[in-house]
């Protein structure tokens, strides 16, 4: 009897057992989608856009993690943070429907896998003088072979882990490179400058970005912007037809993104005191206040930016000294929004006789500020800067505001559309378009993201680069991140929709602040005592000089009074010394036991809490149970 009893309690063990794998197996096919993120930011969760990037991908991606094993043992944070990168990559992998395959390499070194590190131009980082060579980066394949690596996926751009990952599948998924339409009133592509006779180069800042677009020349005002358009650039539209205000308007109200470059004076078109404008050049004045009085915002008309604090010196004459241009403003990174993923890798920005923005009264647009000026800035009539010669005439009436002056910012929102009669009519016989572009219904309202920027000399070689030629070969040496600002800003909005909705994240490592406030007011208290204990010690330090000095030239040992003095100093210096070791080792003491107790506290609690709610949810069914 009692070996059946025994043999029946395996049996029963054997068949939990198998029940559990059953459920543990049945729990992970379930429910393998569920999550739980308790963390503030919710920075273990993907974002909306994200998953609708990774939902609508146009063929299957390869990621390669290169992630070195060995190294990482030396470097515990980097650790932590590699993993963190592991994890997220794994979400992206399972909210993919398939299309996205993981594989994590370690690039050991002389190893196949380095190689492969190497050929996609992976960045190593040494981690001491000697030691290893660290990788940490990602690459992504689609099935064409197109690649998007991120050479080294740096810690202190953690907050923008996401969105760098999910551009770089969103690139490489894609069939063809996007395509950038160009409207311009300036000569960006180069051209005969009539004034000089000689040619223009075409503006570095633009041609940098054939590296990664195509770009269609729309010309200074067409009537229609096609689908194929992804991003449309505006610099300096100058007298746009009413056709052309229509095809910009609809084309912002279809989703896609716009990057527009207006002047309040291009200092490109200036022009000596009486000299007479050539046939058909540019105006000095851009604005399209059609449409922006429809998005909620202006330029203030007739105003340029004058900032005391940034202006820059310039040449007048020969003979004369420097002086400083109040409206040739050099802007640092005080000036840019740092935490926003246009600048914040922007050090500095050189801009001329630039405008400003305010948003219009019951605007219902969001205005994300990315330039501004500084408090010592002001507004000047354009009038002054037209023809300059001398900027010092400009100190003579300037009186700084102390306003807060925004130079370029980034405007969302949902707006209506600046043509509620439809398109314009035109007495102009328009060019030929595809019937398709013609039948497109009018767009009153959507949903429009707009880069605004009131300058349009920031793109000008002169203000940031310097060409030469190298071996017959061009080489921009830049001085200044002009061309950086219109690259992060055709990169970022470039992409779609979801893509641009993925801003910036909070971070994985969240430090006790409030130990660390405490610790800081500890560390005070205990200061105090240190101080006086050290001044004590420099004090008995000085008696013991001065007693040393009293013994004559001719005394060759010190007198039993003097002994006993030294004696009764030097103990006392050690007396003193030991305080002070003891003081301070109290303090590190103590603080770390505060620490530890209040991250025991939050760390612990909520597993407490959780654990005190189940067993209060057992006893009250115990409870049911009984009374029943």
Known sequence: MAANKRFTGVVKLVLVVVAGLALLFVGESLFKHMRIDLTDDK???????????????????????????????????????AQRIENMLEEFE???????????????????????????????VPLRVGGPQLYLGLAATAADGTEEVLTFLHPSREQFLEYEVAKSIYLASRDAPPTLGLISGLPVNGGLDMAMRSM????????????????????????????DIDLLLVIHPTEPSEQALYAIDQFVLSGRSAIIFTDPHAETTDRAPGEMAMPGAPQSASD?????????????????????????????ADEAPPARNLVLLGFTGENMAGDELLTEDLDSLNLSSVGVWQLLEGAQTEWRELIW????????????????????????RFVPDGAHHVIAGQLSGTVSTAFPDGK????????????????NPALQSGEINVLLVADTDVLTDRLWVQQQTFFGRPVL?????????????????????????IRSRGTFARPFTRVHEIQRVAEEGYREKADELTARLEETGQKLNELMQLKGEDQQTLSPEQEQAVDDILAQKLEIRKALREVQHRMTSDIEALGTRLKL??????PLLLTALVLALALFRRWRQVRS
């Open 601 to 606: 506290i939050n760390i612990g609690l909520i």
């Open 200 to 227: 223009n180069r075409p503006w570095a800042s633009v041609q940098q970005l054939k590296q990664f677009y195509e770009i269609v020349d729309l010309g200074p005002s067409p009537t229609v912007i096609g689908d």
């Open 43 to 81: 920075v273990f969760t993907l974002a909306e856009g994200t998953r609708n990037i990774l939902g609508g991908l146009e063929q299957p991606v390869e990621l390669e993690f290169f992630y070195s094993e060995a190294a990482m043992r030396e470097a515990p944070t980097l650790r932590n943070y």
């Open 288 to 316: 399209l206040p059609t449409l922006f009085t429809a998005w909620g915002i202006e330029m203030i008309p007739g105003k340029v930016l004058g900032d005391a604090a940034h202006a820059m010196l310039v040449n007048i």
């Open 477 to 501: 040496s830049p001085f200044a991140d002009n061309g950086a600002l219109l690259a992060n800003a055709a990169d970022y909005l470039a992409g779609s929709a979801d893509l641009i909705s």
């Open 94 to 124: 399972l909210y993919s429907n398939g299309n996205i395959r993981l594989r994590k390499i370690d690039p050991a070194p002389f190893s196949e896998e380095e190689d492969r590190a190497t050929e996609l131009g992976m960045q190593a």
């Open 424 to 439: 314009p009519n035109s007495d102009k016989a328009e060019t030929e378009v595809e019937p398709s572009l013609e039948e």
């Open 373 to 396: 000026s500084s408090n010592a800035a002001g507004l000047v009539d354009v009038e002054q800067v037209q023809g300059m010669t001398d900027p010092n005439r400009l100190f003579d």
